[in-house]
């Protein structure tokens, strides 16, 4: 049974460019979500997918969107890349009774 | 708002000695809480979890009490090995409605032979 994984493995961009991330969920899971985690700190949520809606928003600006698709893979884009979003970005997914979150090995964006 | 604070590290133990990590959060409702462990280069992996007041969440000889009152969940270890050296999170789920994690900042335990 795969578990999440996530693509690409890393990633360099320059400021102002546009990036996307993709997720798929462990197998039986509806529900995804992805976390930004700066070097040296704690992952902060971004936000999460359920039935392909935006269910939930942490305090990221619009430059952060998302996607959810049919079969709960998901997508986050972000636009206008600052030096500041340079992080591990990590999808986790659950099933949407559960509130046990699986995450992912990770995506690594460097912007320079 | 939501907020978890956990013990600064780093920490720094001799093989076979005796961890504890603390950790204190503030949750409006009935959260469930967490503690995830992230090797070097890896996401994050459950270690253990607990859903309500008095539950005690163990695995792999590590422990952690939800205590309610003092709104604290600490992780214990009795014994603490070479290849439990990693970055430890506390986290909790707001319960209810609000479905994001709130993680600590992390301690990295580093066990030396």
């Known amino acids: 049974d795969a578990g999440v994984t996530q693509s690409p493995t890393h990633l360099i961009k320059t400021r102002g460019q546009q990036v996307t991330l993709r997720c798929s969920p462990k197998?039986?899971?509806?529900?995804v979500s992805w976390y930004q985690q700066a070097l040296g700190q704690g992952p902060q949520f971004i936000f999460q997918?359920?039935?392909?809606?935006?269910?939930q928003r942490g305090n990221f600006p619009d430059r952060f969107s998302g996607h959810q698709f049919p079969n709960y893979s998901s997508e986050l884009n972000v636009n206008a890349l600052l030096l500041g979003d340079s992080a591990l970005y990590l999808c986790?997914?659950?099933?949407?009774?559960?509130?046990?979150?699986?995450f992912g090995p990770g995506t690594r964006l460097t912007v320079l | 708002g939501d907020s978890v604070t956990q013990m600064e590290g780093p920490v720094t133990l001799s093989e076979e000695a005796f961890l504890t990590i603390n950790c204190t959060y503030t949750?409006?409702?009935?959260?469930?809480l967490f503690w995830y462990v992230q090797y070097p280069g890896e996401g994050l992996q459950l270690l253990l979890k607990?859903?309500?007041?008095?539950d005690k969440g163990s695995n792999k000889g590590f422990e952690a009490t939800y205590r309610k009152e003092t709104t604290s969940f600490h992780l214990e270890k009795g014994s603490v090995q070479v290849s439990d050296s990693a970055v430890y999170f506390c986290?909790?789920?707001?319960?209810?409605?609000?479905?994001?994690?709130?993680f600590g900042k992390g301690t990295l335990l580093t066990v030396n032979p």
């Open positions: 986790a997914s659950t099933e949407q009774r559960d509130n046990e979150q699986f």
């Open positions: 197998s039986g899971h509806d529900t």
């Open positions: 997918y359920y039935e392909e809606e935006e269910r």
């Open positions: 949750a409006t409702g009935y959260p469930s």
């Open positions: 607990a859903t309500k007041a008095d």
């Open positions: 986290a909790h789920s707001g319960g209810g409605s609000n479905y994001k994690l709130t």
